[in-house]
T-cell receptor, first 117, second 113 residues
């Protein structure tokens, strides 16, 4: 597609439920990133994919969080047993090169806003 | 530890006035530095980046930033702001051997008519 697409754009769930957030990167982009944006907290790095593998998952907050990427394209971020502190905007970004810092440009989606009641 | 600090949470400037947004970083190697802008209801967009060379870099929308190694700073400037510049601005740092880009907490810019 023309840009990074994320779905759902808004998700309201009850505490303890599982949620899945989807990211469809720009076609041909090999690198894919997930960030979490909480109010006043900036962007918190969660995980990075190169192709289908995740060489850096150091930012995942707990084992309730997991992510996968298939076909070098679509990625899904799964949060199990959601907690209220998981409420945030989850942003996905993609980049065309192996190491995004080589070009500096991450192409961001508009995010999935998660609210846990 | 790697970190990016944006000391100003919210800044208000008058339309037509000059702007400077501050960014300080802590990084163990020569950093790659970026400024992104997030307009209301839109995704983040790269404004400019510094990798090496000339320490004054020009970006889109009339923005520029200056890398000062001695001060560990990468402040964003614009000589005359427009109402459309109202947005959230994020400073970020990375490195060629790293796989992630670290973002600051952001500065929200409001424009006074």
């Amino acid at each position: 597609g023309a840009g990074v697409s994320q779905s759902p754009s808004n998700k309201v769930t009850e505490k303890g439920k599982d949620v899945e957030l989807r990211c469809d990167p720009i076609s041909g982009h090999t690198a894919l990133y997930w960030y979490r944006q909480s109010l006043g907290q900036g962007l918190e790095f969660l995980i990075y994919f190169q192709g289908n593998s995740a060489p850096d998952k150091s930012g995942l907050p707990s084992d309730r969080f997991s992510a996968e990427r298939t076909g070098g394209s679509v990625s899904t971020l799964t949060i199990q047993r959601t907690q209220q502190e998981d409420s945030a905007v989850y942003l996905c970004a993609s980049s065309p090169l192996t190491l995004a810092v080589n070009t500096g440009e991450l192409f961001f989606g508009e995010g999935s806003r998660l609210t846990v009641l | 530890a790697q970190s990016v600090t944006q000391p100003d949470i919210h800044i208000t400037v008058s339309e037509g006035a000059s702007l400077e947004l501050r960014c300080n970083y802590s990084y163990g190697a020569t950093p790659y530095l970026f400024w992104y802008v997030q307009s209301p209801g839109q995704g983040l967009q790269l404004l400019l980046k510094y990798f090496s060379g000339d320490t004054l870099v020009q970006g889109i929308k009339g923005f520029e930033a200056e890398f000062k190694r001695s001060q560990s700073s990468f402040n964003l400037r614009k000589p005359s702001v427009h109402w459309s510049d109202a947005a959230e601005y994020f400073c970020a740092v990375g490195h060629s051997s790293a796989s992630k880009i670290i973002f600051g907490s952001g500065t929200r810019l409001s424009i006074r008519p």
